[in-house]
């Protein structure tokens, strides 16, 4: 049982590249999430997919975009790198029930650096 | 929208004694509060989480208190050992269950048990 699994590990662009960043979860999770980690500022939310075909933002989503290919996976693409996308980034999943929260369970991140 | 403060960001502590890490919130009407513990190079994996009808909760040497009127909540860590070197991030969020539903993190704080 592999949980969340996201490819690449690393990566390394220059600025003006795209990218794709992939994310699978083998849990059977309705929802999924990508944030960006920069030092001193947490996890802030990028975008989020609280079910297959559907997607919104979250805190900060310009300069990305996202697809819910299946149940199973969640992409988050880069058009056109930029230095201050320059982050780790995690992808999280949860079953989504109506009477209590579920919380979200991580991946180990793909660390991605614009040049 | 709801913003999680968490203090203190470092927090160095000899190894056998108790560490106590603490974060206020904004929106009253939050009511779920899980707290994740991040190893070097890896993803948040959840410790322990609260409910707001529940003042504290203990899972063997890490227990949560909340208190809904100060709107805080505090991790206490008891007989701290070496592998509890991490960095630890609070959380909060707003009703359960839906899926459109987003966690707010705190900063997190970056814990050293000195052996």
């Known amino acids: 049982n592999a949980g969340v699994t996201q490819t690449p590990k690393f990566q390394v662009l220059k600025t003006g590249q795209s990218m794709t960043l992939q994310c699978a979860q083998d849990?059977?999770?309705?929802?999924m999430y990508w944030y960006r980690q920069d030092p001193g500022m947490g996890l802030r939310l990028i975008y989020y997919?609280?079910?297959?075909?559907?997607?919104d933002k979250g805190e900060v989503p310009n300069g990305y975009n996202v697809s819910r290919l299946n149940k199973r996976e969640f992409s988050l693409r880069l058009e056109s790198a930029a230095p201050s996308q320059t982050s780790v980034y995690f992808c999280?999943?949860?079953?989504?029930?109506?009477?209590?929260?579920?919380?979200?369970?991580f991946g180990d991140g793909t660390r991605l650096s614009i040049l | 929208g709801e913003n999680v403060e968490q203090h203190p960001s470092t927090l160095s502590v000899q190894e056998g004694d108790s560490a106590v890490i603490k974060c206020t919130y904004s929106?009253?009407?939050?009511?779920?509060f899980p707290w994740y513990k991040q190893e070097l190079g890896k993803g948040p994996q959840l410790i322990i989480d609260?409910?707001?009808?529940?003042g504290e909760k203990k899972d063997q040497r890490i227990a949560v208190t909340l208190n809904k009127t100060a709107k805080h909540f505090s991790l206490h860590i008891t007989e701290t050992q070496p592998e509890d070197s991490a960095v630890y991030f609070c959380?909060?969020?707003?009703?359960?269950?839906?899926?459109?539903?987003?966690?707010?993190f705190g900063k997190g704080t970056k814990l050293s048990v000195i052996p």
């Open positions: 929106d009253s009407a939050s009511n779920y």
């Open positions: 999280a999943s949860r079953v989504t029930r109506d009477t209590q929260y579920q919380p979200q369970h």
């Open positions: 849990m059977n999770h309705n929802s």
């Open positions: 609260i409910r707001s009808n529940v």
């Open positions: 997919s609280a079910s297959e075909g559907t997607t």
């Open positions: 959380a909060a969020t707003l009703r359960p269950g839906a899926g459109s539903y987003q966690l707010t």
